[in-house]
Nanobody, 120 residues
Framework: QVQLVESGGGLVQAGGSLRLSCAAS????????MGWYRQAPGKQRELVAS???????NYADSVKGRFTISRDNAKNTVYLQMNSLKPEDTAVYYC??????????????WGQGTLVTVSS
């Protein structure tokens, strides 16, 4: 069993910053990739940013230059630093982890989501 615990969401004014955290725990052999997705009301869930085990990152065009994803391998934790937030960044943010289970199966797990609200 692998669980993700997210934290850091909240209400912030436009132009402000927030930092999201997501910690993975459980029967993990290795983590292959971690990422953040978001889903705004009435919209599909979309990738915000991801980071693979080697450290390479990928960002949605809408957040490039404003958001930074990073990872602490020792803590199995991924962070999303969000700067210059805009009202259109308002969404529920979900953490997703692709990992190899101790049984050597490749699996994925999603966090419960954390709400980010940006007021204008």
């Amino acid at each position: 069993q692998v669980q993700l615990v997210e934290s850091g969401g909240g209400l912030v004014q436009a132009g402000g910053s927030l930092r999201l955290s997501c910690a993975a725990s459980g029967s993990i052999f290795s983590i292959n990739a971690m990422g953040w997705y978001r889903q705004a009301p009435g919209k599909q869930r979309e990738l915000v940013a991801s980071i693979i085990s080697g450290g390479s990152t990928n960002y949605a065009d809408s957040v490039k230059g404003r958001f930074t994803i990073s990872r602490d391998n020792a803590k199995n934790t991924v962070y999303l630093q969000m700067n210059s937030l805009k009202p259109e960044d308002t969404a529920v943010y979900y953490c997703k982890t692709d990992y190899t289970h101790q049984s050597m199966r490749d699996l994925e797990v999603w966090g419960q989501g954390t709400l980010v609200t940006v007021s204008s």
